[in-house]
């Protein structure tokens, strides 16, 4: 099945420093890449996602690179702000494993004034 | 605003016990999820669901069951609880299969404690 590997497992930045994230997934017939963001004793949300078609996409401060030849993709966050600090997840979908995700570990990110 | 509702926020179970947990989505969606997340495992998928009484195990189905009667509904069920399944337990919803998710949503959790 489908393996994703997520680093770090934490991080720690100054504000307004960027932070990135890194996954690499195992199956080359992946093609939804999402990314969740997990604040303390709330549910995960869904901050942005890519398709195997794109290779960057940007929201404002949040950005995802997919490298589909390396299998990786990564979340960049630019001038981050304390309310940045959460678990994020990334996540991957291939069509062969049915219609679910497979998620990372996840990343505690802190944003330290 | 809230569209997965889970039943319990929390839980304390004793060990032996049979437990329900339960799921409810108002957004039509096909697909249901149960996963559980555990500090440095991330979010492990237990069971899921693409249809009215359909269940497929995901990567973890050991000790569960689940069930699913109507669309909306979901359920999670631990025959026998155990110490080892203290966990949180998240619920999420999904729209059809095809190209790809859409509109994965998840629940607020149930944090089930067994003692």
């Known amino acids: 099945g489908e393996n994703v590997e997520q680093h770090p497992s934490t991080l720690s930045v100054q504000e307004g420093d960027s932070a990135v994230i890194k996954c690499t997934y195992s199956?080359?017939?992946?093609?939804?890449f999402p990314w969740y963001k997990q604040e303390l004793g709330k549910r995960p949300q869904l901050i942005i996602d890519?398709?195997?078609?794109?290779g960057e996409k940007k929201d404002q401060r949040i950005a995802v690179t997919l490298n589909k030849t390396a299998k990786h993709f990564s979340l960049h966050i630019t001038e981050t702000q304390p309310e940045d600090s959460a678990v994020y997840f990334c996540?991957?979908?291939?069509?062969?494993?049915?219609?679910?995700?497979?998620f990372g570990t996840g990343t505690q990110l802190k944003v330290e004034l | 605003d809230v569209k997965v509702t889970q039943s319990s926020r929390y839980l304390v179970k004793r060990t032996g016990e049979k437990v329900f947990l339960e799921c409810v989505q108002d957004?039509?969606?096909?697909?249901m999820f149960w996963y559980r997340q555990d500090p440095g495992l991330g979010l492990r998928l237990i069971y899921f669901s693409y249809d009215v009484k359909m269940k497929e195990k995901g990567d973890i189905p050991e000790g569960y069951s689940v069930s699913r009667e109507k669309k909306e509904r979901f359920s999670l069920i631990l025959e026998s609880a155990s110490t080892n399944q203290t966990s949180m337990y998240l619920c999420?919803?999904?729209?059809?299969?095809?190209?790809?998710?859409?509109?994965?949503?998840f629940g607020s959790g149930t944090r089930l404690t067994v003692v």
């Open positions: 957004m039509d969606h096909e697909n």
């Open positions: 999420a919803s999904s729209l059809h299969r095809g190209t790809g998710p859409r509109g994965y949503t």
């Open positions: 996540a991957a979908f291939f069509t062969g494993g049915g219609n679910k995700l497979t």
């Open positions: 199956d080359s017939a992946s093609n939804y």
């Open positions: 890519i398709r195997s078609n794109v």
